[in-house]
């Protein structure tokens, strides 16, 4: 069972940050936060990824917050082309049992020109 | 391309045939994976290799289906006696040995197959 909680969908207009909410309130000490989106019909794309601290790479911030119950992605001017569906996952990172990802439903996000 | 390659892109076959998939890792990732995605979900693992030994198997992975990763390189899944329900996007993802730091996946694009 995928152990994140993410609303289905939502809209943000071309040009504005995106914040995409995750709920993971049951997250080990030793569970990563992973950030992957999917376009229409191509494979899963991994975006970032954090553990405690706030991340940020060319594609996106990751803000977790301190007690690590919940995480937001941040693209920060989104276009079109970041139309797509978000998956949040929590994983140990390979080094315990849990090697396999579990995506769940994930975030539907409509950029509007 | 030091990508993910999975081929082919697309495969119709009939009910009762047998297919296989390949994948090819980027060279250098010894872990890969096979999930299984049907429409409007999101992707379901199916089995993980660590260089050639197949080390975990999901329930969805029935009798029918077969994966095999000789010399720890490219990877095959197999479905034998198709059925309409395993009409759906396979994909293949590797990684390499992760450490304390955590690594994300690389995935191919898939092999969408239909079975009529």
């Known amino acids: 069972d995928a152990k994140t909680t993410q609303p289905p969908s939502m809209d943000c207009a071309e040009g504005r940050a995106a914040n995409l909410p995750c709920n993971h309130s049951?997250?080990?000490?030793?569970?990563?936060v992973y950030w992957y989106r999917q376009i229409h019909s191509q494979g899963p794309q991994y975006i970032i990824h954090?553990?405690?601290n706030n991340e940020t790479n060319e594609m996106a911030s990751l803000i977790i917050t301190e007690d690590r119950k919940s995480s937001t992605l941040i693209l920060p001017h989104a276009t079109l082309r970041d139309t797509a569906v978000y998956y949040c996952?929590?994983?140990?990172?390979?080094?315990?049992?849990?090697?396999?990802?579990?995506f769940g439903s994930g975030t539907q996000l409509t950029v509007l020109p | 391309d030091t990508g993910v390659s999975q081929d082919p892109r697309h495969k119709i076959t009939k009910r009762g045939q047998n297919v296989t998939f390949r994948c090819d890792p980027i060279?250098?990732?010894?872990?890969l994976y096979w999930y299984r995605q049907t429409l409007g979900q999101g992707p379901e693992f199916l089995t993980y290799?660590?260089?050639?030994?197949?080390?975990?198997k999901s329930r969805l992975l029935s009798d029918r289906f077969s994966a095999e990763r000789p010399k720890g390189s490219f990877s095959t899944l197999e479905i034998q006696r198709t059925e309409q329900g395993d009409s759906a996007m396979y994909l293949c993802?590797?990684?390499?040995?992760?450490?304390?730091?955590?690594?994300?996946?690389?995935f191919g694009s898939g092999t969408r197959l239909t079975v009529v």
């Open positions: 993802a590797s990684s390499p040995k992760t450490g304390a730091s955590g690594y994300g996946y690389t």
């Open positions: 049951t997250i080990s000490g030793n569970e990563y």
């Open positions: 954090g553990l405690k």
């Open positions: 996952i929590v994983n140990d990172g390979g080094s315990g049992s849990a090697r396999q990802l579990t």
């Open positions: 060279s250098e990732h010894n872990r």
């Open positions: 290799f660590q260089n050639e030994a197949q080390l975990e």
